[in-house]
């Protein structure tokens, strides 16, 4: 009878745990990349040719160069990025989408310049001279900002307000600016022949999410699957997906299961932008999506309520969702990205998460960068 | 009424008093973790210790950065750097021939708690005198500032 008991106890036991939530994410696979400097993650990332994989890390800083591996962290090549800075005057960012192909960024002159394998530059863009007088912003790179011959940047405040930020009032003006500015900016025929051209999207769109006149404007963040663009901001739960043959948009609202995702309006009380990012630091809020094309699925990483952060010194607590193509939750799960360094990214290999390792910051001696790759399984 | 004001003058100096303590004790901290690279020398035999940060104000990271590079090699000063630069460029720094640049991992850079980012502690008898952390709203002031007191 005890027997027949303990049998049913662990039977209705072993039956709940089937029930129970089997969407996961699986690791499955791990790249270590060998670099001598500390790169630039936005500057660094993934391309694919003849289905392989090729990864690059870049520093535009203090070594000036790219480092291209392929899928087993070997070193394949390196590109010296010297000679472009100093015609530049610097680089700011890298956006590498093939073996010879890289366009980098200037923001300071807001150039954009088509690079070779061996760093020489093939073509030069001033930016400002494609774009009406009227609207000459500064624009940024954060992100992806290249798809299918289109180039899109972020839009900032205009060039020359920008070095009038001296005062309180200046700033609250450039806030208040800014809320009417399209964010986001699409150059087209850039690098051929045709006359390039450029189009200025989702105007309005800061004004339609901030209500009053004096808050901090934080950047956005934009995304793409394979036929648009995912475009989302610190301060909002909804995510905009815009197709980008029709540029019509569809709104989501996302939430987490763990946290408010919506940020307050926060007041520039200070000309210091570290203690309104620190305020902005104790909310919850998406901090980067990114689509799986050979998924079909939006990976988005939350980061959640972290009170008592007004000295930006605890780590975030964060966690990683699932969404199908129709934002569709599928899962969710915390994740301890204290581990981890906040800069996420994808390939057809799946979600990858780079490893945090304390001794990269000692000089004249090779980091170590270690890729985990996830997959979702259900 | 004048009791009330020894009595703010005494609560003054007593904070006054706790918060050079802490600073102290902060500075041993830092001393501890850069025990290593400070070989048989120790914080007090400087009159400042800069860190340039790569987090925040940009432009303020990049102006102090550009004014320490007068520094290296200072006898009297160290600069502390968290990275081998991947936003501002710290090649100066990085040169074999540099002998006060030091390096702390952030995480323990922030344990310490003594420069939450850019900035200066200048010492005067072994104890901490001024610390400047650099804000983009008084910029120019605090670098002359500085320059001054480097000079």
Redesign the interface.
């Known amino acids: 009878m005890t027997h027949f008991i303990s049998i049913s106890i662990l039977f209705v036991i072993l039956s709940l745990g089937s029930c129970s939530e089997t969407h996961k994410l699986i690791k499955v696979k791990e790249i270590v990349f060998n670099a001598e400097?500390?790169?630039?993650?936005p500057s660094s990332g993934t391309f694919e040719r003849n289905d392989s994989i090729y990864y690059y890390l870049t520093?535009v800083?203090?070594?000036k160069k790219v480092n291209v591996y392929n899928s087993a962290g070997k070193l394949i090549y390196v590109v010296d990025l010297h000679k472009a800075s100093k015609i530049l005057d610097?680089i700011d960012n890298i956006n590498m989408i093939n073996f010879d192909t890289l366009f980098g960024f200037n923001q300071a002159q807001n150039n954009l310049v088509l690079l070779d394998y061996q760093g020489n530059i093939l073509k030069r863009i001033d930016l400002d001279s494609l774009v009406d007088h009227r609207y000459i912003f500064r624009v940024s790179t954060k992100g992806t900002f290249y798809k299918d011959g289109r180039f899109y940047f972020g839009t900032g405040i205009p060039n020359n307000q920008y070095r009038n930020?001296?005062s309180?009032e200046n700033r609250k003006y450039n806030g208040r600016l800014m809320l009417d500015l399209p964010p986001l900016i699409e150059f087209s025929s850039l690098f051929t022949n045709e006359k390039p051209s450029f189009k200025l999207l989702l105007p309005g769109y800061f004004g339609n999410i901030l209500t009053e006149n004096d808050f901090f404007v934080e950047a956005s963040y934009y995304s793409f699957t394979d036929e648009s663009m995912i475009y989302h901001s610190n301060f909002n739960d909804s995510v905009t997906v815009i197709n980008l043959k029709t540029y019509k948009k569809k709104l989501y609202q996302l939430s987490s299961n763990f946290s408010n995702i919506i940020v307050p309006p926060v007041p520039i009380d200070?000309?210091?932008?570290?203690p309104i990012?620190n305020k902005l630091r104790c909310y919850g809020a998406i901090n980067q999506i990114l689509y799986d094309s050979s998924q079909k699925l939006f990976y988005v990483l939350f980061l959640l309520d972290t009170h008592g952060n007004e000295?930006?010194?605890k780590s975030r607590e964060t966690s990683i969702a699932v969404y199908n193509h129709d934002f569709e939750k599928l899962m969710e799960e915390k994740w301890p990205l204290h581990k981890y360094i906040s800069f996420i990214t994808i390939n057809s290999e799946g979600l990858i998460l780079i490893k945090y390792d304390?001794?990269?910051?000692?000089?004249?001696q090779t980091k170590k960068y270690t890729y985990e790759i996830y997959r979702y399984k259900n | 009424m004048k009791f009330i004001g020894i009595k703010i003058n005494l609560i003054l100096l007593l904070i006054i008093l706790v918060s050079c303590h802490v600073e102290k004790s902060k500075i041993d901290l830092l001393e501890k973790a850069l025990s290593t690279q400070l070989k048989s020398k120790s914080l007090k035999d400087f009159e400042w210790i800069a860190y340039v940060s790569e987090?925040?104000?940009h432009g303020c990271n990049e102006s102090f950065k550009n004014l320490l590079e007068h520094e290296i090699n200072s006898t009297k000063g160290i600069i502390i750097?968290?990275?081998?630069?991947?936003?501002?460029?710290?090649?100066k720094f990085?040169d074999d021939s540099v002998t006060n640049v030091m390096?702390?991992?952030?995480?323990e850079l922030?344990k310490v708690g003594i420069l939450?980012?850019s900035g200066i502690v200048f010492l005067s008898n072994i104890q901490v005198d001024t610390i400047i952390e650099i804000?983009?709203?008084n910029l120019e002031n605090q670098l002359s500032e500085i320059k001054r007191r480097l000079d």
């Open positions: 400097f500390n790169p630039r993650l520093d800083a203090t070594s610097g930020m001296g309180m200070s000309l210091d932008r570290i990012t000295e930006g010194q304390e001794d990269n910051y000692i000089p004249k | 987090q925040g104000c750097l968290t990275s081998s630069g991947s936003i501002l460029d710290f090649s990085m390096f702390i991992s952030e995480i922030r939450k980012k804000q983009s709203d």
